[in-house]
């Protein structure tokens, strides 16, 4: 008797673990007795980072011909990569639904930190170890720019404020309703992200949206209807959170880990690249771009995906060049003579053997053409994403000013291989003091500058805004000559 007790016993244990297996691999949210303990890093020699899905922390990247791949991208991405490769390890980045949900995995420890633009809170540091604060965020009120401007929250009266659900935002909400009991919340699910909050409130849905300053400093360039009335709360620094299981030596390593980036100007570098060109653009500049990605973009974007079979550059890059240069018209011509969509100069189209400047199709060919010589053209050793900054830069005031600019970032103890320093040096080409101390002398080096923040922005936007395009890259006779003008330019250096 007693031992068909202790069968049905042990049948009944299986049953409940199969039960709830069959759940964990439904919803992945294991019973920490269930769930396999997470191994250190130095034991498995793997980093398990947990991540939201954003355009400040992780998304997909596009592959060099357009097309989307598993790949991710983003700042806490990028961080979180350069922490493990420091380390020697691999990274596997988990991505949660919402803030909710990457809290909790943390808890159970199913991720050696989190990265995810988290501000450490009393509450917060109740539960997990942080790191060392990276950058600074605080809330900021947003509303509709057309109605009138409230200056402090006693304005908001019993109007509607949207925030996410159990998100910091919401925990501050909760505060705010302390002074203003009359404040209607407006809560969208957990997953929702800033976009969805600021597109509540274009729609009306709400009269005000409580945002953090690099959520909305990202997402307000398509929504550039909307803008900030005043910060809510205190700033904060935002840091990694660590398992309360996590070793205490991962902790220290990313302490001396940030303390080395922040000396080298590595972290500079990577705020700049994901954040340095968003406040330079203005509301009627995103206005206009939007509109037009309606009314003139569908009829290009063949040419532009044919520029990008030709030459492997993204079609969205080659599209924000075009808007930059001329609002996607293909009539467009300036007074120094330079013509068409992609406002090329006599020289350049023959090079390019572009027959009609003011035929779309052949400048934005053309065009790309130039482009992907130029990008050949920059030093191999300067990686991606500052290769294309300069070589649009060389696009817009020449490559011997790019070379110029370089030599005096050189010069002046920076980095001639980085956009972040190279843009420093460039205005300077103005200056007698400093353009008649290089070979190709005076240059609107300021223009260049604004050229290519422009474009990194209309590049964000598109990449948004847009689908990549899936090409494979085709040979072509057509670039025959600009290899060879690229071959004999090489020979000269």
């Given at each position: 008797m007693k031992a068909r007790i202790a069968i049905f016993v042990a049948i009944a244990v299986i049953a409940a673990i199969v039960f709830l297996g069959l759940g964990v691999r439904r919803t992945e949210l294991a019973p920490s007795w269930l769930a396999a303990p997470l191994a250190a890093p130095r034991t498995s020699g793997e980093l398990v980072v947990l991540t939201l899905r954003g355009p400040t922390t992780t998304q997909l990247l596009s592959t060099g011909t357009g097309q989307e791949s598993d790949a991710q991208t983003g700042f806490e991405h990028d961080l979180a990569t350069m922490f493990a490769t420091e380390l020697g390890f691999a990274v596997r980045f988990r991505v949660m639904p919402s803030y909710a949900k990457l809290l909790q995995q943390l808890e159970a420890n199913r991720g050696h930190l989190a990265a995810a633009g988290l501000a450490p809170t009393p509450e917060l540091r109740q539960k997990f170890a942080f790191g060392p604060g990276y950058k600074t965020t605080q809330f900021q009120l947003v509303y509709r720019s057309a109605d009138k401007r409230p200056r402090n929250i006693g304005d908001i009266g019993s109007r509607s404020l949207a925030i996410i659900a159990e998100t910091p935002a919401h925990d501050m909400a909760r505060e705010l309703t302390?002074?203003?009991?009359?404040?209607?919340?407006?809560?969208?699910?957990?997953?929702?992200?800033?976009?969805d909050l600021l597109r509540a409130l274009d729609a009306k849905q709400a009269d005000f949206a409580l945002v953090d300053t690099f959520g909305f400093a990202v997402a307000k360039r398509l929504h550039p209807e909307l803008s900030a009335a005043f910060n809510v709360g205190r700033e904060a620094k935002v840091a990694w959170a660590f398992s309360n299981a996590a070793d205490f030596d991962l902790q220290?390593?990313?302490?001396?880990?940030?303390?080395?980036?922040?000396?080298?100007?590595?972290l500079n570098r990577l705020i700049d690249r994901y954040y340095g060109h968003i406040n330079r653009i203005q509301p009627i500049d995103s206005e206009v771009l939007l509109e037009k990605t309606q009314s003139e973009l569908p009829k290009l974007k063949p040419f532009f995906h044919e520029a990008q079979q030709l030459t492997g550059i993204d079609w969205r890059i080659l599209a924000a060049v075009g808007y930059q240069e001329s609002h996607w018209d293909a009539l467009a011509t300036s007074p120094t003579g330079v013509r068409g969509l992609m406002m090329l100069t006599e020289d350049t189209a023959d090079r390019m053997k572009v027959q009609n400047r003011l035929d779309a199709k052949q400048s934005i060919v053309g065009g790309a053409k130039y482009i992907a010589l130029l990008r050949d053209t920059v030093p191999a050793r300067i990686p991606e994403p500052d290769r294309t900054w300069l070589a649009?830069?060389?696009?817009?005031?020449?490559?011997?000013?790019?070379?110029?600019?370089?030599?005096?970032?050189a010069r002046m103890g920076l980095n001639a291989d980085t956009w972040l320093d190279v843009r420093k040096a460039y205005p300077k080409l103005r200056d007698p003091e400093f353009f008649e101390t290089v070979k190709h002398g005076y240059c609107r080096g300021d223009e260049a500058v604004q050229f290519v923040e422009n474009i990194r922005n209309y590049t964000d936007m598109l990449n948004r805004l847009e689908k990549p395009f899936e090409s494979d890259l085709i040979g072509d006779s057509r670039l025959d000559d600009a290899a060879q003008l690229h071959e004999r330019r090489r020979g000269k250096r």
């Open positions: 302390g002074r203003t009991p009359n404040l209607v919340l407006e809560v969208l699910p957990h997953e929702a992200t800033a976009d220290q390593s990313a302490v001396r880990f940030f303390e080395k980036i922040r000396t080298n100007g590595s649009l830069a060389a696009y817009n005031q020449g490559y011997g000013h790019l070379e110029d600019a370089r030599i005096l970032t």
